[in-house]
Antibody, heavy 124, light 110 residues
Framework: QVQLVQSGAEVKKPGASVKVSCKAS????????MHWVRQAPGQGLEWMGI????????SYAQKLQGRVTMTRDTSTSTVYMELSSLRSEDTAVYYC?????????????????WGKGTTVTVSS | QSALTQPPSVSGSPGQSVTISCTGT?????????VSWYQQPPGTAPKLMIY???NRPSGVPDRFSGSKSGNTASLTISGLQAEDEADYYC??????????FGTGTKVTVL
């Protein structure tokens, strides 16, 4: 079955960087784009960006431009999200979520499978 | 990247229907039929419930339905059940090629 397995919780100091991984299985890794979404404690969901695992192209939320980098390793079917210059407001659960694809309609503007999330805590 | 507006909470008794609204702008909800809905029980990851305004993925009960009028999309849960208690988020693709999420709605089954 389709699974997205994320790396474990992280605790970082302000100004540091964090790199979260998301290992995909159960489908052809390069056939589906991957989103990253985060959720601060008690808050709503925030879209961070998307990566095409096939060619590696990315698109990021304007708010995070310059601080976020999404990469992939096709040999291990893993995508990565690195966030730099961390501040307390970056404390959140970070999710990877596969971009869906409806074969019948060609639609793909949704997230059909989600990882369980990685908690990142930024604290001095 | 402005959040779409949802009511903070809605509630209903078992068997009743509840509707959650999701209001955006002409740059997101109003421009595209690219609205999706996600269910998130406490402490868990979101789960896709509706995509492209009104399509249900396999496995999602037909009690869940979606619609859209102008800049506002809606999710209706008919025949409310205890297991439907969760937070619900809408999402829309935008004219900037990004995604906005809604502010979230807590559904309580009385």
């Amino acid at each position: 079955q389709v699974q997205l397995v994320q790396s474990g919780a992280e605790v970082k100091k302000p100004g540091a960087s964090v790199k979260v991984s998301c290992k995909a299985s159960g489908y052809t890794f390069t056939s589906y784009y991957m989103h990253w979404v985060r959720q601060a404690p008690g808050q709503g969901l925030e879209w961070m960006g998307i990566i095409n695992p096939s060619g590696g192209s990315t698109s990021y939320a304007q708010k995070l431009q310059g601080r976020v980098t999404m990469t992939r390793d096709t040999s291990t079917s893993t995508v990565y999200m690195e966030l730099s210059s961390l501040r307390s407001e970056d404390t959140a659960v970070y999710y990877c979520a596969r971009r869906g694809y409806d074969i019948l309609t060609g639609y793909y503007y949704y997230m059909d499978v989600w990882g369980k999330g990685t908690t990142v805590t930024v604290s001095s | 990247q402005s959040a779409l507006t949802q009511p903070p909470s809605v509630s209903g008794s078992p068997g009743q229907s509840v509707t959650i609204s999701c209001t955006g702008t002409s740059s997101d909800v109003g421009s595209y039929n690219r609205v999706s809905w996600y269910q998130q029980p406490p402490g868990t990851a979101p789960k896709l419930m509706i995509y492209e305004v009104s399509n249900r993925p396999s496995g999602v009960p037909d009690r869940f339905s979606g619609s859209k009028s102008g800049n506002t999309a809606s999710l209706t849960i008919s025949g409310l059940q205890a297991e439907d208690e969760a937070d619900y988020y809408c999402s829309s693709y935008t004219s900037s090629s990004t995604f906005n999420f809604g502010t979230g709605t807590k559904v309580t089954v009385l």
